[in-house]
């Protein structure tokens, strides 16, 4: 193996990325399998693990108040602003979708004050063996400027990102749907010069990309983000605020899953906002 370990593993990112893009099964497919693999290839290189910055309250509330013009930057600051406030892997804010963004979902349970916020759905988590599910909360900022829950209903619109009448979380909310549309699609040019979503999700890179390009579009040298920034930020903005370890489970995932937290139910929505709270919007 000639090449250094950071360029193989560099490959091999690629190639995997390459196989999903056209949704065939990657070469190391395993849960938690390639990451094993790439860590072994670091230690016998000798290459440490690239520290990567967490995405700061400052740069949530810039990101909140700016108004990108093209598609793909309005797509990048929404992925980075939803992944980041909800706690998000890469992996995770590219298998959402459109039926996954539950707007007024605790009006029914908590009532009119809760009117204006949104639930995520995420389905599939990999401390969420039972798929039992989470649902971070993203609640309505007091600076109408920086109000994320319309900013995402906007973005829907533009995009055209509608929940189908026929959508299969009706019947099977832990399966993924067949019809409704990726919440952060690939953009495709039309014969008019524009770009119109495409039915394809972005892949992880995708992702990972477009975060580092809302984050330069800061001002900000991006070299040190990336995908995980948006998560690490959210718990680090969680933390410091002094949101409860067990709530901020119900939101990000996080840690061992231990006996209790199967049994949690709150009583009221108002502390899964805790976490968006923390923000400051």
């Not at 497919?29 to 670091?42: I, M, N, V």
């Not at 093209?70 to 039926?99: F, H, P």
């Not at 809302?214 to 040190?224: C, F, K, T």
Request: charged share 25%; net charge positive.
């Amino acid at each position: 193996m000639a090449a250094p370990g950071g360029r193989v593993v560099s490959d091999w990112i690629a190639i995997q990325s390459r196989h999903r893009s056209f949704r065939l099964i990657p070469p190391i497919a395993g849960p938690g399998e390639f990451r094993k693999w790439r860590r072994s290839q670091l230690s016998i290189s000798g290459g440490p693990t690239r520290f990567k910055l967490p995405i700061t309250r400052r740069m949530v509330v810039a990101l909140a108040e700016s108004r990108p013009s093209s598609l793909r930057a309005i797509r990048d600051k929404m992925s980075a602003l939803v992944g980041t406030i909800c706690c998000l892997r890469a992996s995770e804010i590219a298998q959402l979708q459109a039926c996954d963004v539950l707007f007024d979902h605790h009006v029914a349970c908590g009532g009119s004050e809760f009117r204006g916020t949104a639930a995520v759905r995420i389905i599939r988590r990999k401390n969420d063996p039972e798929r039992r599910g989470h649902w971070p909360v993203i609640g309505v900022a007091r600076d109408p400027r920086r109000r994320v829950v319309f900013q995402l209903r906007t973005y829907m619109r533009l995009l055209k990102l509608r929940v189908h009448l026929r959508c299969g979380k009706q019947s099977r909310p832990g399966a993924r749907c067949q019809i409704c549309p990726p919440l952060f699609p690939r953009l495709r040019a039309t014969s008019h010069g524009r770009f119109r979503a495409a039915s394809e999700s972005c892949t992880r890179q995708m992702i990972s990309d477009g975060i580092k390009r809302a984050v330069s579009s800061l001002g900000i040298d991006a070299a040190q983000f990336s995908a995980i920034s948006a998560r690490k930020g959210g718990l680090s903005t969680a933390i410091e605020a002094g949101v409860s370890e067990e709530v901020l489970y119900l939101q990000s995932g996080h840690g061992l899953q231990r006996a209790g937290r199967t049994y949690m139910h709150l009583r009221s929505p108002a502390r899964l906002l805790s976490t968006f709270e923390s923000f400051r919007l």
